[in-house]
């Protein structure tokens, strides 16, 4: 887990030591220059039940300098192993289909994030439907909290997600912002 520096509060008279300012100073820095991100990914086609939100799974990392995500185990979640509040941004790409709307929003511990219910698109012809996720600003615990990009399609059938030649996969990104 990633430890939010605080900074000291000084006192009159105090010695500075090399020790104090390398925790007080040296590592709030380290910290801010190096906080948490994330960009994860879809490799593998996933199937999208009709007319209910589901996880997008995420079986590729390209950078996950917290460890909040595993390609494995339950990899549709980012899991935040730093306490503060997250930047997620994402979108879930869906195989062609005519008919009818497609959606993506974000759940935080298996429910909908307030304000997060993504824009309702309505189904194009012969092409592609791309669906980008609202960026949304969410609080974790740093433990056990975790966040899951959602998709909804009621073409009438199942659609299977899009990975390869066609488009770029569904992915999230995720990025500390704040204590």
Do not use: C
Request: no cysteine; glycine share 14%.
């Amino acid at each position: 887990m990633g430890t939010v520096p605080s900074f000291r509060t000084w006192v009159a008279g105090e010695i500075v030591t090399a020790a104090f300012m390398n925790a007080n100073v040296r590592d709030a820095g380290n910290f801010m220059i190096g906080h948490p991100i994330a960009e994860l990914r879809q490799a593998t086609l996933q199937s999208v039940p009709n007319n209910a939100f589901t996880a997008v799974t995420m079986d590729a990392s390209d950078i996950d300098s917290d460890g909040g995500h595993s390609n494995v185990t339950n990899n549709s979640r980012y899991t935040g192993k730093t306490p503060g509040w997250f930047q997620f941004s994402g979108m879930a790409s869906i195989a062609i289909s005519a008919v009818n709307a497609r959606a993506v929003g974000w759940f935080k511990n298996g429910a909908i994030v307030t304000g997060s219910g993504g824009d309702f698109k309505p189904a194009g012809g012969g092409q592609v439907n791309w669906q980008v996720a609202r960026t949304k600003f969410i609080q974790l615990n740093g433990t056990t909290d975790f966040v899951e990009l959602v998709v909804f399609q009621n073409s009438g059938g199942a659609l299977n997600t899009v990975v390869g030649a066609g488009g770029d996969p569904s992915g999230m990104s995720v990025l500390w912002v704040h204590s």
